[in-house]
């Protein structure tokens, strides 16, 4: 699992004001790596540290938390995903394992 620091490393997050945040977060996706690759990974491998760290600053970064989808204040709206980007899970694609039955 990666650190907070390294995680605000990467999305040069210099304050403290996110850290507890982050901790969650971390745990968070952790879990939905593993889950998503189909693999325990005793340690998550370092070429993962970017996707891992884009889904965070992702979280973070919209209203994924929030709940919240869409906003509008009169002719302008704004939409949010709770998804990831196919960009961001296209990086743990080579991570992934595939089950065999």
Do not use: W
């Not at 745990?27 to 889950?35: E, G, M, Q, W, Y």
């Not at 899970?89 to 065999?100: D, F, G």
Request: aromatic fraction near 8%; include cysteine; charge should be neutral.
């Amino acid at each position: 699992m990666f650190s907070a620091a390294t995680v605000k490393k990467v999305l040069q997050i210099n304050d403290t004001s996110k850290d507890v945040v982050l901790d969650t977060l971390i745990l968070s996706v952790s879990d939905f790596i593993r889950i998503y690759c189909k693999d325990t990974f005793e340690t998550i491998p370092a070429g993962l540290l970017l996707p891992f760290s884009q889904m965070i600053g992702h979280i973070l970064n919209t209203k994924f938390m929030s709940g919240t989808s869409s906003e509008s204040l009169g002719d302008h709206s704004i939409s949010t995903s709770a998804d990831f980007p196919p960009a961001m899970l296209k990086m743990l694609s080579p991570y992934r394992k595939v089950k065999c039955f």
